[in-house]
Nanobody
Framework: VQLQASGGGLVPAGGSLRLSCAAS????????MGWFRQAPGKEREFVAG????????AFADSVKGRFTISRDNAKNTVYLQMNSLKPEDTAVYYC????????????????WGQGTLVTVSS
């Protein structure tokens, strides 16, 4: 599966952005999806994940209550809605996929998109 992330940009603190990740192929609905981010000088970290059905989601503690993840299997797209953005959310955001129908949100993925830059100004 190929992944194309989009929607990044420059936003002031307190603002919102919605990232999208479009997947190729007809098996998107069999994939668990996740969002990760990597800030300058830091390791890549898990941000949010969603199961193949959309029935379960999980978030990093740092974004709980501010970010939501959703998917539209008819459009082969997963979204990350980011609200109340903070300067520490500045990072390159990556979407990821794994073919699995496990009911639990996973942290390890096999396929990665190219990343989209989110910059939050203070």
């Amino acid at each position: 599966v190929q992944l194309q992330a989009s929607g990044g940009g420059l936003v002031p603190a307190g603002g919102s952005l919605r990232l999208s990740c479009a997947a190729s192929g007809r098996t998107f609905s069999n994939c668990a999806m996740g969002w990760f981010r990597q800030a300058p000088g830091k390791e890549r970290e898990f941000v949010a994940g969603i199961t193949w059905s959309g029935g379960s989601t999980a978030f990093a503690d740092s974004v709980k209550g501010r970010f939501t993840i959703s998917r539209d299997n008819a459009k082969n797209t997963v979204y990350l809605q980011m609200n109340s953005l903070k300067p520490e959310d500045t990072a390159v955001y990556y979407c990821a996929a794994k073919f699995t129908r496990t009911p639990a949100v996973i942290r390890a993925y096999d396929y990665w998109g190219q990343g989209t830059l989110v910059t939050v100004s203070s």
